[in-house]
């Protein structure tokens, strides 16, 4: 496999007993991932997807980010703001609303 152009780590809350317990988890987080992976494959991106422990945002959550971009995105309680941010990678840009600063 080649080196992606993205990774996309989705915060799912797991903590060191391996145990999901926060915010992200339980605002159905891991639901995105299914969507996420299907939405890169439809769009031909070079991008993994991976499912992470505590990002430590819980009071954004929930949350991703975007490398090597850096992005911090919080609030993603959506497929249309999943979207949105597909989109903008796409474009080269960021949901300046969704980023966490």
Known sequence: MEKPDYHILVCNSFRVSGEAQGVCNKKGAAGFLPYLEEEI???????????????KVCDRGPAMVIYPQGYWYGDIDSEDKLDQILDALEEGEAVEDLLIS
């Open 41 to 55: 494959i439809d769009r031909g991106l070079s991008a993994q997807v991976t499912a992470c422990g505590c990002l």
